[in-house]
């Protein structure tokens, strides 16, 4: 049941975390009398929530229809991916640039280098069924590590950017990392990205990030297809609700 204060962004928040976490699948079907009676909230608070994820690209209005949770492509992943290419590499070589002159930017990568350091430990330790419950720790270290890059990135309009594609990139990370073994995978590539921002390596930096986001996109192409989602060179993924 949603509070009766701030419905309307409770709602949001409700609904912008099934999305992100796939609880919601693409394709799925968002009737406003159906969420209202839920979430225990009205059908105006459910509609702002409605067109605000529309804005974020997370919703889709399909004419004649109700809305639903927008579809995936494969081309709108390569699309994404593209454009992530040319930002975020920037931004992460911004940051370690910084770094060299303001060492106080690099203390919360170096934090976050220490917890990653714990958490393979821990995570390396686990049986096979316990790694597949521990994913939200890792997905808590990339989200700081990306909220981090932002918060330090030097350029607003940079950091704006990569922060209003964040909605759909974290949508998708829970199909990038489909088991332990991809998981390790890109512990590795966070590992070498804080690594060289916190030696001030600016290349190695940017060199990273883009090694990261390519094998991102290869393991994201791989699950969709082990999933049967890919029909073709860029038909939509989902699954009606």
Do not use: W
């Not at 991916?81 to 931004?91: T, V």
């Not at 170096?110 to 597949?132: I, K, V, Y």
Request: proline share 3%; glycine share 8%.
């Amino acid at each position: 049941m949603v509070r009766a204060t701030g419905k309307s962004e409770a709602v949001y928040e409700r609904l912008k975390g099934d999305i992100e976490s796939l609880r919601l699948r693409p394709g799925a079907k968002l009737s406003e009398v159906q969420l209202g009676e839920e979430l225990g909230a009205s059908r105006t608070p459910v509609r702002e929530a409605i067109r605000r994820l529309a804005r974020e690209g997370l919703v889709d209005f399909v004419p004649g229809e109700v809305a639903r949770v927008a579809s995936i492509s494969l081309g709108g992943v390569r699309a994404l991916f593209e454009f992530r290419m040319l930002l975020e590499p920037e931004a992460t070589a911004s940051v370690a640039t910084s770094g060299t002159a303001r060492d106080h930017v690099l203390v919360p990568f170096r934090e976050l280098l220490e917890q990653l350091e714990e958490f393979d430990t821990s995570f390396r330790a686990l049986g096979a069924a316990e790694q597949e419950r521990d994913y939200q720790g890792f997905y808590d270290l990339t989200e700081s590590f990306d909220q981090a890059v932002i918060a330090a990135c030097r350029n607003p309009y940079l950091a704006r950017t990569i922060r209003d594609l964040r909605s759909q990139t974290v949508r998708l990370r829970h199909l990038s990392h489909s088991g332990p073994r991809r998981m390790l995978t890109s512990l590795e590539e966070h590992r070498a990205m804080l690594k060289a921002i916190t030696q001030g390596d600016a290349q190695a930096a940017s060199a990273a990030c883009r090694h990261h986001l390519a094998q991102t996109l290869r393991a994201l192409i791989d699950s969709l297809t082990a999933h049967d989602f890919l029909l073709g060179a860029d038909v939509q993924v989902g699954m009606a609700g």
